[in-house]
């Protein structure tokens, strides 16, 4: 096993007057991929939002064996931690081109690094000056991803990437994330989609109502029909 690269120990998370999570646990290690399941309302969102510092969160966050609790996003970004929203957090004005040159921010983005991304995500090269409103919704996944990609990652926190996509593209995305992860990125993954979550990640956490009510291999939830039932109402994969 790889060393640890984040723990979350007894998390918890208020939003207004309500207490979303209620003691969230658990660990990934570095360089694969982690599935946070549940049903809608487990609040897997809001524990992506509490590790990015967008949802101020009440317990432990380590990140690289580095407490990461209250900070701000931005440096929990420079710490080495991307996050791409299930809103995608695009401009439907900006160009490809545009949309990447600004997550760099500060500086130009390397052409070795964009040459590397283009190569997970070909559309993004050929679309390159279209504007980001024009573009597929599979299309808009790949530079969503992109973008938290410029800038190098240790981490990137994936909310429901393939919401809405075609199985064809939800292929191409699978790929492009297998190659992401050969190349010292590792994925945390929040997915309703079992057998795109299955057929990537090797660890698997469960929340239900704001908890965590199972951690473990996704081998061992993806072989035994019954744990699937009773945690995720899935019956097969």
């Given amino acids: 096993m790889t060393q640890e690269l984040l723990r979350v120990d007894d998390l918890h998370t208020f939003i207004g007057d309500y207490h979303i999570l209620q003691g969230v646990n658990f660990d990934m ?40 609790v209250g900070l701000s996003t931005a ?14 957090g695009l401009f439907s004005g900006l160009t490809v081109a545009e949309t990447l040159r600004l997550a760099a921010r500060s500086r130009a ?7 590397w991304i283009t190569s997970l ?40 990437p393939t919401k809405g996509l075609a199985p064809s593209v939800v292929a191409e995305l699978i790929a492009a994330l297998k190659q992401l992860t050969q190349q010292s990125t590792s994925i945390l993954l929040v997915e309703q989609n079992f057998h795109f979550a299955a057929s990537l990640a090797t660890e698997t956490t469960v929340l239900e109502s704001g908890q965590t009510t199972w951690q473990g291999m996704m081998g061992d ?17």
């Fill in 221 to 237: 939830i993806a072989r035994d029909e019954a744990l699937r039932r009773q945690l995720l109402g899935v019956s097969v994969v």
């Fill in 29 to 68: 290690h570095e360089g694969g991929v982690a599935a946070l399941l549940g049903r809608n309302g487990a609040g897997k969102t809001t524990t992506l939002r509490s590790i990015m510092g967008l949802a101020p969160p009440r317990g432990r966050i380590r990140f690289d064996g580095r407490d990461i």
């Fill in 121 to 160: 995500f070909p559309a993004l090269r050929k679309f390159w000056h279209s504007r980001s409103g024009n573009l597929s919704g599979g299309q808009k996944q790949m530079l969503a991803i992109a973008k938290a990609l410029v800038e190098p990652k240790r981490l990137i926190l994936v909310d429901e």
């Fill in 109 to 115: 983005p390397d052409r070795a690094r964009i040459d």
């Fill in 75 to 88: 440096a929990i970004s420079r710490l080495g931690i991307g996050y791409v929203p299930e809103t995608l």
